[in-house]
């Protein structure tokens, strides 16, 4: 049986919006691989016992950690601690198990939101512990940044092989465009949508200044396969585009394409005015390994991000 020769990857929260990329890009590099996409109903990462148990049966050789309990800005400030408690409990579980069964490498997910409030710009990796981060979402953030501290010291004391990647704004299908909870684009896209259909106003919540990189699902778990596959790095690696784009240009793309009018909602918080990353890191790493990345234009990205959107409204999560 082929199956058994084949080295064998985890994807846990292989179900979420950058799980279901993975999905639909690794066969184009990596169908030598034998993947396995983990969702919660496989089993619950909050718990060692469970983990362990899927973990010593698949005996990954690599590891993707993606699960974690993820929300935008409103779910952040309304849910501290599910956001503090499930991500410690996954993270802790997920890389000691990864340890136990001696993978090759585990690249795991923070995000640019649990960088230091108050710093200067453009942010880098070095910079991630350099201070507090935003209170708006406190205790995400520093359960995101022990996955840091916790594959770093298994690296020093058992020369493991644990990366971490900082992406900035993900969008893409498979998203939750639930209307309170989700990150912008998904929000805005669900509201625009609603708005056309019973004729409303179109809200952007805030007052669309605020700035943002945004990287599409499938760009990014291209990198994510190459950082796995590709590279030998163990610090750190910011993924993103360079460029910003403020909430009301985000908005007036989403509005083209629905073909409604923006308004905005501006009892409603921005969150942190910006984040700018540096993405040099990775586009210097990414020139020595395969030349320059060209990620989606937005335009397109989001254009395709509402047809599955639209197609998909009566099963997607929302
Ligand atoms: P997502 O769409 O919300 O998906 C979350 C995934 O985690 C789902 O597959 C979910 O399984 C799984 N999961 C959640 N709790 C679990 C548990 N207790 N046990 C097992 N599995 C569990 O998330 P995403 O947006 O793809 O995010 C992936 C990673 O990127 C996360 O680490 C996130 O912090 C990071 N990130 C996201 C963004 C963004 O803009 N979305 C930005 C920066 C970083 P079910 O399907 O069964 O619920
Ligand atoms: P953040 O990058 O972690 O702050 O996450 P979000 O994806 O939630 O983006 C928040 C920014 O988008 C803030 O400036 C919000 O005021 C603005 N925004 C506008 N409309 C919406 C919406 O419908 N949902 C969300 N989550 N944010 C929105």
């Given at each position: 049986n082929?199956?058994l ?14 799980g279901s ?9 990596y ?5 396995y ?5 496989d ?14 049966k698949i005996?990954?050789?690599y590891v993707i950690?993606?699960?974690a309990?993820v ?5 952040n ?10 991500n410690?409990l ?26 230091p409030d ?14 507090p981060p ?11 940044r022990?996955?840091e501290?916790?594959?770093?010291a298994?690296n020093?004391?058992?020369?493991d ?9 993900i ?10 909870d989700?990150h912008?684009i998904p ?6 949508y ?7 106003s ?6 669309g ?6 990287i ?18 163990k610090?750190s ?7 910003e ?6 908005a007036?793309?989403?509005?083209k394409?629905?073909?409604?009018k ?8 921005d ?9 040099s ?18 335009n ?9 959107f ?5 099963t997607?999560?929302k």
């Open positions: 082929l199956c020769l084949m080295d064998t990857v985890i994807v846990t929260g292989g179900t979420g919006l950058v990329a993975i999905k639909n890009v690794y066969q184009k590099n169908k030598n691989y034998k993947f996409f983990l969702s919660s109903k089993c619950d990462l909050t718990n060692f016992e469970e983990t362990k148990k899927l973990f010593q005996k990954p050789n950690h993606l699960a309990n929300g935008g800005l409103f779910k400030l309304q849910q501290k601690v599910q956001m503090y408690e499930d410690t996954i993270n802790l579980n997920v890389l000691k198990c990864c340890h136990i069964l001696k993978v090759k490498k585990c690249v795991s997910c923070l995000s640019t939101c649990i960088f108050k710093t200067s710009y453009p942010i880098n990796e070095s910079m991630l512990h350099n201070g935003h209170s708006s979402n406190d205790a995400y953030a520093y359960a995101k022990m996955l501290i916790h594959s770093k298994y020093e004391q058992y020369n092989n644990f990366v971490c990647i900082i992406p900035t704004n969008y893409g299908p498979y998203d939750n465009y639930n209307l309170q989700s912008v929000g805005l896209i669900h509201k625009c609603l708005a056309k259909k019973e004729n409303k179109f809200y952007v919540w805030g007052s200044k605020p700035l943002r990189q945004f599409f699902s499938e760009d990014l778990a291209e990198l994510i396969l190459w950082t796995l596959f590709e590279i030998d790095e610090e690696i910011i993924l993103s585009v360079k460029e784009k403020s909430i009301k240009e985000v007036e793309i989403i509005a394409e629905f073909d409604c923006i308004e905005f909602d501006t009892d409603k918080s969150g942190q005015y910006k984040k700018t990353a540096d993405n890191k990775f586009v210097d790493l990414y020139a020595k390994s395969k030349g320059e990345y060209k990620f989606t234009d937005i397109v990205g989001i254009k395709k991000t509402i047809e599955w639209k197609k998909n409204y009566d997607c999560r």
